[in-house]
């Protein structure tokens, strides 16, 4: 075996040892007022994704609010919006539309929902769509257009980056073994939130996001600001 065919196994080894260092610290969340369709997001009785921009983490919770899994991600380089062309991440109320990669390999690429081979570090590109792909659809006037901007929820091989910068071209990147274990908790039709208190839509309030010790969301009517903090 030569070193020229050892160096792609290589990076793909390295790849996989700094996906364990993706998993997002557990949080202390709790809703404290937000806006009515905010709080109608967390009072859905079904599993939800809520994505929180300023700290580029994906939580999905239980229908109860219980946190099951929170994961670091990198969501637009040029922030978030909702307009064609703006590589922004969208914000709002979504839901899944679509699962795309059941049963592939995590080092699996594709281009326009289709698998067109294996990820190969020799030849990568920066917005590689790795592993698994949850596409999404808007379910507001404003973000009505999400999936025809084909923003999704996948797989990157940039995953030095998950947790520390925004830096897809729209997406939600995720670690390609990770998003493989959030694609097998959830559906078509799971509701989606993504929030960026730096850059609220013009009926959003501030709401804060908090977990108990025992992992559950805690209520309050209060309106001002949302915020997330972590245990230690």
Known sequence: M?????????????????SSLCQAPKAQMQIIGGS???????????????????????????GY?????????STGRTGTGEGHGSYKTPRGQFEIYSKVGDNQ????KYKAR??????????????????????????????KNTRQRCVYIHGTSAIDRLGK?????????????QIIDLYKQVDSGTAVYIHD?????????K?????DADGNVLFSQRRDKLEISYAA
């Open 114 to 143: 289709v698998k067109v081979g294996t990820y190969d570090p020799a030849h990568a590109r920066f917005d590689n769509i790795l592993s698994r792909i949850l596409t999404l659809e808007g379910k507001q006037e404003h973000n």
């Open 65 to 73: 609010n219980t946190v099951i899994s929170s994961y670091k991600i």
């Open 207 to 211: 709401a804060t996001v908090h977990i």
């Open 2 to 18: 030569t070193m020229k065919s050892i160096k792609p196994l290589l990076q793909t080894l390295t790849l996989i040892l700094l």
């Open 105 to 108: 390999d995590p080092m699996s």
């Open 165 to 177: 910068k925004p830096c897809s071209m729209g997406c939600v990147r995720m670690c390609p073994y």
């Open 36 to 62: 009515k369709a905010q709080r109608q997001f967390f009072n859905l009785s079904q599993e939800k994704i809520y994505i929180d921009v300023e700290t580029q983490t994906l939580y999905l919770t239980t």
């Open 197 to 205: 208190s730096n850059n609220k839509l013009p009926w959003e309030s």
